[in-house]
């Protein structure tokens, strides 16, 4: 194995491992959220993974798009308090 694909496995397995972490954190976090947070949490969430479901839609696309459309959700969210 060449030292750029044990690089791109590593990364792939620290990319994996992280998604856990996130999985593992959003589950504490829900309870204490209000509805309006996870209305506002969903939406972003559920437009990121549909945007990355398309796999001819190169990743930069994805968050040029997500960027642009979410931003007032997340400064609605910075705003609440």
């Known amino acids: 194995m060449t030292d ?5 496995k590593d990364f792939d397995r620290q990319i994996l491992d992280t998604h856990e972490r996130f999985s593992a ?8 959220m209000d509805l309006e947070q996870k209305e506002r949490y969903f ?19 994805v968050l040029q798009e997500l960027v642009s459309e979410m931003l007032p959700l997340v400064m609605q969210e910075l705003s609440s308090g």
């Open 25 to 32: 954190a959003m589950k504490k976090r829900l309870p204490k």
């Open 4 to 8: 750029r694909a044990a690089i791109q």
């Open 43 to 61: 939406a972003l969430l559920s437009n990121l993974v549909g945007k990355l479901e398309q796999p001819d839609k190169a990743l930069k696309q």
